[in-house]
């Protein structure tokens, strides 16, 4: 089956062209980069900021570049290092276990923001036994904001009480049904699945079974695959429309997540929201 990946501020930044504004800019403060131990001049370092996302950009000798892309709450979403015939990038699963990144400091005032990084990145995201470098550095930038045509696309809920924020996703296959997976840089993902992007307006009870639910995963280390946990609660599709070329759907949810291996390994999912693209 076909996986294709969407990275959601990459879309908002096609969108911005003609309606981004710049409400800081500068030199930065401090930008230090390493690759396998050896220091790496940095030049042109920029920091834009698209609603609670932020991407980091950098270029290095050689016609290399390095890209971090993460959000206001520190999730990091994807460190990328560019050379001229390969782009390496952190695990793409439960980041937090297998890439450093901080976000040390944001200034939302002054538009000023600071992150720190360490680990390990890979000539393919998902094979940790694939070609491998070292990174780490630190980026003190002041930053630009820029206005989406499309505001408030992404998910969140919280997770056995915690918040819980989406920074990527993708869809398995296609063909008028939904199959949507949510990750964000811990163990967790959530599983969208609609019998349509057709689907119409209203509340859904589910079960593991229906055709229209979520889902909560959980990330196993021993065998680098997520475990899907059973479910039942409530999906309420509040609107569907189409919009700007693509059909926006935006809803709330609420479930318990059973792991099937474990009967009192039972997690609540709660204050659920989403507004997506399709």
């Known amino acids: 089956m076909r996986i294709t990946k969407f990275i ?3 879309f908002l930044v096609a969108l911005t062209a003609s309606c981004s504004s710049s409400d800081s800019g500068g030199s930065s403060t401090e930008s230090t980069f390493a690759i396998n131990g050896t220091n790496v001049a940095v030049t042109g370092p920029l920091a834009q900021r698209s609603e609670d996302t ?23 979403a994807e460190f990328s290092y ?27 005032s002054a ?21 491998a470098k070292q990174v780490s550095g630190t980026f003190d930038l002041p930053y630009v904001v820029n206005t989406p045509l499309l505001t408030g696309l992404g998910l969140n809920c919280k997770i056995a009480g ?20 949510y990750i964000s840089d811990d163990d967790k993902r959530i599983i969208m699945v609609f019998d349509s992007e057709l ?14 639910k979520m889902q909560l995963g959980k990330y196993n280390t021993a065998t ?17 429309i189409p919009g700007f070329g693509v059909r926006i759907i935006e809803g709330t949810f609420s479930f318990t997540a059973i792991n099937p291996s474990n009967s009192s390994d039972v997690i609540q999912v709660t204050n659920g929201s989403f507004k997506t693209n399709f």
Not at 84 to 105: A, E, G, M, P, R
Not at 205 to 211: L, V
């Open 54 to 76: 932020f991407v980091i950009s950098a270029d290095l000798p050689n016609n290399e570049s390095i890209q971090i892309e993460f959000n206001k709450y520190g999730n990091l």
């Open 199 to 212: 689907i119409i307006p209203g509340t859904y009870t589910f079960t593991t079974g229906s055709n229209n």
């Open 111 to 131: 538009h000023t923001v600071k992150v720190s990084f360490s680990g390990t990145i890979y000539a393919d995201e998902n094979d940790m036994t694939s070609a």
């Open 224 to 240: 680098n695959m997520y475990a899907d946990y059973n479910t039942s609660g409530t999906l309420t599709i509040t609107s569907n």
């Open 162 to 181: 915690s918040s819980w924020y989406e920074t990527q996703f993708w869809d398995n296959g296609f063909g008028g049904g939904v199959d949507r997976k």
């Open 82 to 108: 560019w050379t001229d015939t390969d782009v390496f990038k952190n695990f793409q699963y439960y980041k937090t276990n297998y890439f450093n990144f901080s976000l040390i400091s944001l200034n939302e």
């Open 8 to 10: 959601s501020f990459l």
